[in-house]
């Protein structure tokens, strides 16, 4: 149990529609990346937020988009939605003075019609 | 540049040693990492090793590190119908913060 949530579990959406996807990590992590999972490969890095600012950011459009809130809850936002989109979206968290290890949430299975 | 790799499949019978491999190309590397991933399920942290460092023990896993060959390994001591599960190495950069790059998954699958 790493004390990260995700919701909602899965999602089906249609192309060209616009999704929002949350996250909430424990009390103290103001550091949250979220990775992409096409089925049958590795997490792909998307972006990272610290202290609610963006903070590195993979190759992935401007059409993906991120939110970090006070209470260590974050968001990914989605828009203009593509069948290749479709993938289990993680968020993964770190604690202050321990960045480097990161604790990931369940996933989000998005599925694009 | 960024690039970590892993063989596909294992399988291995009930109470063996697991051998999982990994090789990376960048040598910049801070930390590497592997994580377990259960069907339907995130990432699990197994364990980590520090680069300047050559293994890791922690119950039945241990970490090898051969920075000269760009090589990390995981063995599962004692391996149980359990672990079952895909294995992903993954790295970290000094110039990339704590961004997780990683591998393709080595899919590892326990024979009773």
């Known amino acids: 149990e790493t004390g990260v949530t995700q919701s909602p579990t899965h999602l089906i959406k249609t192309r060209g529609q616009q999704v929002t996807l949350r996250c909430s990590s424990q009390s103290g992590h103001n550091t949250v990346s979220w990775y992409q999972q096409a089925l049958g490969q590795g997490p792909q890095f998307i972006f990272q937020?610290?202290?609610?600012?963006?903070?590195g950011r993979g190759n992935f459009p401007p059409r993906f988009s991120g939110l970090q809130f006070p209470n260590y809850s974050s968001e990914l936002n989605v828009n203009a939605l593509e069948l290749d989109d479709s993938a289990l979206y993680l968020c993964a968290s770190s604690l202050v003075g321990d960045s480097w290890k990161q604790y990931f949430g369940p996933g989000t299975r998005l599925t694009v019609t | 540049g960024e690039d970590v790799e892993q063989s596909l499949f294992l399988s291995v019978r009930e109470g063996d040693s697991s051998v999982i491999n990994c090789t990376y190309t960048d040598s910049s590397s801070t930390y590497l990492y592997w994580y377990k991933q259960e069907p339907g399920a995130g990432l699990q942290l197994l364990t980590y090793i520090f680069s300047n460092m050559d293994m890791k023990q922690d119950q039945r896993l241990t970490v090898l590190l051969n920075k000269k060959d760009k090589h990390l390994s995981l063995r599962i001591a004692d391996t149980q119908t359990g672990d079952s599960a895909i294995y992903f190495c993954?790295?970290?950069?000094?110039?990339?913060?704590?961004?997780?790059?990683f591998g393709g998954g080595t899919r590892v699958l326990v024979k009773p």
């Open positions: 937020y610290y202290r609610e600012e963006e903070n």
């Open positions: 993954a790295e970290t950069l000094k110039a990339a913060g704590n961004k997780l790059t």
